[in-house]
């Protein structure tokens, strides 16, 4: 790999990574302002700050992509099937977590699927409970 090449990816991977500890501590934030914020300890995180989770998990993935394609870019050549590898398999991840938490986010909410709430809820059995498991 020539030397701007190499640049070229250790900023992406740097930039991807800052990009990742801000919005993982925006996560945690809003994740503990909605636990705190619960009227009882059975019940769900509500809105605002579950619109804003699923909004921050919208953002996270594709910088977890960033990182990792510039560490792959960055993996010696004898070892760079395995980081391969590994950035396939947080494609599919995020293929999967992008699609379940864009139905959550949008799809849930629109008034044409109130009659299937089941499909959108984080009790088993639903599909983005499943989905949730196998990304």
Same mark, same amino acid.
């Given at each position: 790999?020539?030397?701007?090449?190499?640049?070229?990816?250790?900023?992406?991977?740097?930039?991807?990574?800052?990009?990742?500890? %801000?919005?993982?501590?925006?996560?945690?934030?809003?994740?503990?302002? @909605?636990?705190?914020?619960?009227?009882?300890?059975?019940?769900?995180? @509500?809105?605002?700050?579950?619109?804003?989770?699923? @909004?921050?998990?919208?953002?996270?993935?594709?910088?977890?992509? %960033?990182?990792?394609?510039?560490?792959?870019?960055?993996?010696?050549?004898?070892?760079?099937?395995?980081?391969?590898?590994?950035?396939?398999?947080?494609?599919?991840?995020?293929?999967?977590?992008?699609?379940?938490? @864009?139905?959550?986010?949008?799809?849930?909410?629109?008034?044409?699927?109130?009659?299937?709430?089941?499909?959108?809820?984080?009790?088993?059995?639903?599909?983005?409970?499943?989905?949730?498991?196998?990304?």
């Amino acid at each position: 790999m020539d030397c701007r090449a190499a640049r070229l990816a250790c900023l992406v991977s740097f930039r991807s990574a800052v990009l990742l500890v %801000c919005l993982q501590v925006a996560y945690a934030v809003m994740l503990t302002s @909605g636990l705190l914020a619960r009227v009882a300890p059975d019940r769900p995180i @509500g809105d605002p700050y579950f619109t804003r989770m699923e @909004g921050l998990v919208l953002a996270i993935m594709p910088a977890m992509i %960033c990182f990792a394609a510039g560490v792959h870019a960055l993996t010696e050549p004898q070892r760079r099937v395995f980081s391969l590898a590994a950035l396939v398999f947080l494609a599919v991840a995020t293929a999967i977590t992008l699609s379940e938490h @864009g139905a959550i986010l949008f799809l849930s909410r629109d008034p044409a699927f109130a009659g299937v709430a089941h499909v959108f809820a984080f009790e088993w059995p639903s599909v983005v409970y499943l989905l949730d498991v196998l990304a």
